[in-house]
């Protein structure tokens, strides 16, 4: 929720270029003392002033979830995407103010497990640094499979190998290694718990090869934010505040929403936490739902859109908001 | 202010009494004149000046008296306090947010010094004074969840979450209104909900899920719940039915004003940082009708709201037996005068009672 989510003005103590595409930015709370601490998995939403326009991205927490001098948090840059991520790279420096959310887990781990397996494809590796840091204060099972384009973008491979030698395993595309993954998941122990987060088809393929292999579902968890996809602009009345908005092409319909002044919930941004879901009054035209959150016959229905991802076109949309 | 421990019993024979001042800020739970289910939260961001929604955690006259009580269950049952292996990180959380909490909304009573991970804990009102390792459970005397719940009034459920559920995986239950952790230790949100009649339909417990499972570090909420209890009894539980399940029937006209109680909750949620799980704390009041009825805004409003009550709902919490006489001593204090809206006694404003 927005009116409902503290917020923690930082400065930014750290900026440490990795390799030509990810950045580590660290944070430290900007009136001294000490952060939140968090648990592993754990996200923030930051909040850059890129000139007149307020952009909100949510980046995984990577940093010791019990180290409460800093946060730190890694930005893949994204030269075709929205901007968040070029701004962090080019506008961002050291010294500067800025205002994030407190942490937020939609990707916990789940403490019942014997043994947690880890999937990870590229940036997707940030939640895991804060699991594994989390993982080695309780002593638990894990074992990472880390798949990265080539060894110059392995971000923080280096160090993981060098930490847990046994228990860490790169995969590198450019020299064709591939995770042996039906045999891994057909040999884990009983209480294993598998954990996924990195481009959507790896997702995908993690997640159907365990269901084949008869995996429940409750013991397979991933996360994946979507980026608010670009579209063409529309109209949308917001009933409750008597409004009405254009959406920008690059622009989310939550963040029409929140520049014409209206405070509307929302947590992750990025289609799979289920806050800024709103009622759909009345449209004459199609929803174009890209969010994880509603169920298909949901999506069908008509009644419900999630403004975060999601678009509209046509030629009317009334939203209760 | 400073805060005069009462030395009383909720057993036997019954010396627990509320001062003028824990009348005056008893939660009253009832907005308007009826009653019914609703997913009634709202943030838990303190509250009007010496209320019991003012702190974090409220510490109030029956402090030292109820964590005497606690300490009496417990050595009866243990089974009172119980942590499924995966949750002592969450134990931890609890005792940081209840220590930090404290110390700080109460350095007159509390105080907590850490350096690093070494932590000193000064509880004066309870005589402790404590220096052990944070995460080091080998370092306290009990576990860490119930080393911190046994100095801390209210029951405290430690809930996991996980498959877009919650788990009551842990917790400290000694004052509660029939219900048993150790029947319910393992069972997820509409498990332990089950006996609740009517709100399955309604559409309460999804809703309420839902809310549950989306709150966030930093922001607690609350809502209110109250039953109705004979004798000023902290320990109503399904274990010890047999002892007080009885003294219902003890209920007379005589004495109904001084043995009826209003018992009401006050349960909030925390999201506990480091293991993601929700705490839920739940706070027990207690009030005399006798004293509640000083209040005449609260006599009038329980009268109409005990009257109106489906009788399914007064039969689940527990006093449909006794209600026409509850309904005979409140009608003295109804004259039929509007109320004003709230919870708050508005002694300045209502009108005294005309009859």
């Known amino acids: 929720m927005s009116a409902g989510t503290q917020k923690i003005p930082v400065i930014v103590t750290a900026k440490v270029p990795l390799n030509e595409l990810v950045t580590r930015f660290e944070f430290q709370h900007a009136e001294g003392g000490s952060l939140p601490p968090f648990s592993g998995g754990a996200h923030t939403v930051v909040e850059m002033q890129d000139g007149d326009k307020t952009r909100l991205n949510p980046y995984s927490l990577m940093s010791d979830p019990m180290d409460p001098s800093h946060y730190a948090i890694s930005v893949r840059r994204d030269d075709q995407g929205r901007g968040g991520s070029v701004f962090m790279h080019d506008k961002v420096q ?46 638990g099972r894990f074992e990472l499979h880390y798949s990265v384009r080539s060894a110059a973008l392995a971000s923080y491979a280096e160090e993981l190998t060098t930490r847990h030698r046994a228990h860490v395993h790169v995969y590198h595309d450019d020299q064709d290694e591939r995770i042996a993954l039906a045999d891994l998941l057909r040999g884990q122990p009983p209480g294993t718990h598998v954990y996924i987060c990195g481009p959507r088809g790896m997702i995908d393929w993690v997640r159907e090869t365990a269901a084949d292999l008869g995996w429940p579902d409750a013991a397979v968890h991933y996360e994946e934010f979507l980026a608010p996809q670009s579209g063409k602009p529309f109209d949308v009345q917001l009933a409750a505040s008597g409004k009405t908005v254009t959406v920008g092409e690059h622009e989310s319909l939550l963040e029409a929403i929140e520049r014409a002044g209206v405070d509307a919930p929302y947590m992750c941004r ?19 739902h890209n969010d994880h959150w509603l169920e298909d016959d949901e999506h069908a229905s008509g009644e419900k859109i999630m403004p975060c991802v999601s678009r509209f076109e046509g030629k009317t949309l009334v939203l209760d908001r | 202010m400073t805060i005069q421990f009462n030395d009383e019993t909720f057993r036997d024979d019954y010396t627990f009494r509320n001062s003028d001042w824990a009348i005056k800020r008893f939660p009253f739970p009832f907005h308007e004149d009826s009653y019914m289910y609703s997913v009634n939260m709202e943030q838990h961001r303190g509250g009007p000046e010496g209320s019991v929604f003012e702190k974090r955690f409220d510490v109030d006259e029956h402090y030292i008296s109820e964590m005497r009580d606690r300490a009496i269950v417990l050595a009866e049952d243990p089974l009172r306090c119980q942590s499924l292996p995966h949750m002592t990180l969450a134990g931890w959380d609890l005792l940081e947010l209840i220590m930090v909490s404290k110390s700080e909304d109460y350095p007159d009573l509390f105080e907590l010094h850490r350096n690093g991970d070494k932590w000193r804990w000064i509880n004066k009102p309870l005589g402790i004074d404590d220096t052990f390792t944070f995460m080091d459970d080998a370092s306290l005397p009990y576990g860490p969840m119930e080393y911190i719940t046994r100095q801390a009034q209210g029951d405290f459920a430690v809930l996991d979450q996980r498959e877009n559920n919650l788990w009551m995986d842990a917790g400290m239950v000694t004052t509660q209104a029939d219900w048993s952790l150790d029947f319910d230790i393992g069972m997820n949100f509409f498990e332990w909900h089950a006996p609740v009649p009517r709100a399955h339909e309604m559409g309460v417990f999804k809703r309420a899920l839902k809310f549950l499972l989306n709150i966030q570090q930093g922001s607690p909420a609350r809502r209110l719940n109250w039953t109705m209890t004979v004798n000023p009894l902290l320990d109503t539980s399904p274990e010890n039915y047999h002892k007080w399940g009885v003294q219902k029937t003890s209920l007379m006209p005589e004495n109904i004003g001084r043995k009826q109680h209003l018992r009401v909750e006050l349960q909030t949620f925390y999201r506990l940082p480091r293991s993601n799980a929700l705490v839920f704390p739940i706070r027990c009041y207690l009030i ?10 609260w006599g009038r409003r329980l009268h109409r709201v005990i009257r109106d009550l489906p009788e399914d709902l007064a039969t689940y919490k527990g006093f449909i037996r006794n209600r026409p006489m509850i309904l005979d001593y409140l009608s003295q204090y109804d004259d039929g005068k509007p109320t004003s809206p709230g919870i708050w006694p508005d002694l300045e404003t209502e009108p005294p009672l005309e009859k």
């Open chain 2, 288 to 297: 005399a009708l006798d004293d509640l009825v000083t209040v005449p805004k």
């Open chain 1, 270 to 288: 990025g289609g799979a936490c289920g806050q800024c879901e709103t009622r759909v009054i009345r449209h004459d035209g199609t929803l174009l």
């Open chain 1, 94 to 139: 050291v010294g500067d103010r800025m205002v994030i959310s407190y942490p937020v887990n939609l990707f916990p781990l789940d403490l019942t497990a014997k043994k947690h397996l880890m999937f990870a494809g590229g940036i997707g590796i940030t939640p895991f640094l804060s699991q594994i840091r989390q993982l080695e204060r309780i002593a």
